[in-house]
């Protein structure tokens, strides 16, 4: 039988009742075992220290490895918060600026238009005007970043630059040749130095070979006849490290999400924290997301992380999605909360995963609202 593992701090609950995590803990076993996924994991935390993490299932349909806190999934594209973290952190050195043009550091990146309008803060903020997912596929047929680059002198601007919201992967992963110019390291040992060790990751990652060299792993699963079958890890979209490269345990997602909401000040400034949460482009399509249509009232992105307006409150949060893999995260400054969620399969129940967990939050805030009022 799925099992699930919890483990408190000792640290204070925050802002959170600690029956609504034992709730939601009790839930989302239910859930889980329900919709029969093979494994998945979560964890709640606040400024203070971790609240609870979750593990529930195996590694793969042998069953013959449990879930547990250190072990790693793909994070798809939550890998965009890092890329963005990690950019956040250079300009609060002054090694660059949001605004400084991408051919100042990749003199070769070019399109059909005036390529020098394209800034730092365009490809992170998904507002560059390019035609959305541009190339994705050629990235899903096996073609390196580096070839992709060069085809995108045939992309044509869609809008200004920062005045439409035009997602992207290969384009996003721009970032990693500007790091590497600046910095003259390796984009995947620069994350590790100013992120991953600082915050004491120990399970994380940067790309293909390192996930295949990990023993604690949750395998990727996709649903076939009915029934969910393990496949393999496919090395495509870590080809475009700063888009979906990044792999990490739930306590290592913990940990991140603690830096959001401001505990590692040393690693992740209060300036920092705010230049990436400030919603910057609309993204109306989100209103229409599958559990989250029934929540949101208006949706933005800001740099490399989505925003998201429910009447009063605001989540900043963002999604991954690769094959046999899903990944959640989000955190409310205004709550000091934080959860993340890690799932070993192709599954869009993720998003009741974390919709209930906020739904929970927002009318437990709501009913001791009421009971202070007088």
Known sequence: MPTIVGAQSTRPFSLLE???VDEYSEWFRDQAGQEDLVGAAFVIVSGDGVLRVGTFGHTDTTKKQQVDANTAFRLASVSKTFAAGLTAQLVSDGSLDWDDPVTRYVPGFR????TSQIRIRHLLGQSTGLIP??????????????????RMADLTPICSPGHCYSYQNSVFSLIEPVIETVTSQTYARLIEQRIFKP????????GYEAFLATP????????????????QVLPNYYRVGPAAGVNASITDMGRWLMAQLGAHPQVFGTEAISA???PRVKTPRELYRKEWKRLLTDAHY????????????QLVYHSGWVSGYRADAAWSARHDLGIAVLVNAETSFISTLTTRFWEMVFDDAATASAAASP
Not at 111 to 114: F, K, L, R, V, W
Not at 133 to 146: F, P, T, V
Not at 302 to 310: A, E, N, S, T
Request: aromatic fraction near 6%; hydrophobic fraction near 35%.
């Open 276 to 278: 990436v949460s400030r």
């Open 18 to 20: 600690p029956s609504l």
């Open 111 to 114: 399109i059909s238009g005036d």
């Open 133 to 150: 997912h541009a190339y994705d596929n050629l990235i899903e047929d096996g073609m390196s970043a580096a070839d992709v680059q060069i």
């Open 302 to 313: 800001g740099l490399g992380w989505r925003v998201y307006q429910l009447n009063n409150e």
């Open 199 to 206: 915050l004491n990751m120990q399970n994380a990652s940067v």
């Open 216 to 231: 604690n792993r949750a395998e990727p699963h996709v649903k076939r006849s009915g029934h969910w079958t393990t496949v």
